[in-house]
């Protein structure tokens, strides 16, 4: 069972467009959404993460957007660029169990100058 | 900050020898670590869970006879694969819960990739 549904598998855009990654969970425990950007043969790096009482958040040109009536979220990249070209995952946890995130099946992105 | 690392960063080995993998928070104390599985182009799967002092938790269809995991202080956890085969060739990555700070973020390590011939 997928927890957390994660769209579009892959995802390509021209370098100065905006990236839209789309995430919908289904547990309605979850109260805390990072994000993850992880390059080839690297581990994860935490990009952004967000709380349920705020619907955005935004750390440069990245922005997390979050609907709790729809639980759904997503990350914008702004002025997309070729070093941000990674594999992004969502993620979802509830801070009342193990802290253990239940990932989303990523997005490949890539952006072409 | 929040800062880990693993080690090796890859390593080849042949079929039947076991492996250690070392992760280690370099700059906080990490209460929780957790270790990871990753194939090509596919998300993170959890192995286990382990907590400093106490036996790790195995995720359902983990063996932990043949994944042994060692936390032996809050600054550091092993993964030792056991008889490796060649299906056990893959990513490893671990990572670290900072239980000092918000405990909700998990800092992972640059992972480990794993040849077994």
């Known amino acids: 069972q997928q927890q957390v549904k994660q769209s579009p598998q892959s995802l390509i855009v021209q370098k100065g467009g905006i990236s839209i990654i789309n995430c919908a969970y289904e547990?309605?425990?979850?109260?805390?959404f990072p994000w993850y950007q992880q390059f080839p043969g690297k581990g994860p790096a935490l990009l952004i993460a967000?709380?349920?009482?705020?619907s955005e958040k935004k750390e440069g040109r990245f922005t997390i957007s979050f609907n709790k009536s729809a639980k759904q979220f997503s990350l914008h990249i702004m002025d997309s660029q070729p070093g941000d070209s990674a594999t992004y995952f969502c993620?979802?946890?509830?801070?009342?169990?193990?802290?253990?995130?239940?990932f989303g099946r990523g997005t490949s992105l890539i952006v072409h100058p | 900050g929040a800062v880990v690392s693993q080690h090796p960063s890859r390593v080849i080995c042949k079929s039947g020898t076991s492996v250690k993998i070392e992760c280690r928070s370099l700059?906080?104390?990490?209460?929780?670590m957790f270790w990871y599985r990753q194939f090509p182009k596919q998300s993170l799967m959890l192995m286990a869970t382990?907590?400093?002092?106490?036996?790790?938790?195995?995720e359902q269809g983990v063996e932990k006879d043949k994944f042994l995991i060692n936390h032996a202080s809050l600054t550091l956890s092993t993964l030792t694969v056991t008889s490796a085969h060649p299906e056990d060739s893959s990513f490893y990555i671990c990572?670290?819960?900072?239980?000092?700070?918000?405990?909700?973020?998990?800092?992972f390590g640059p992972g480990t990739r794993l040849l077994v011939l």
């Open positions: 993620a979802a946890q509830s801070s009342g169990g193990s802290y253990i995130p239940t």
């Open positions: 990572s670290a819960r900072d239980g000092s700070r918000d405990g909700e973020t998990q800092y």
């Open positions: 967000i709380r349920p009482d705020v």
């Open positions: 382990s907590n400093e002092g106490s036996k790790a938790t195995y």
């Open positions: 700059d906080f104390q990490a209460t929780t």
């Open positions: 547990n309605t425990a979850f109260d805390y």
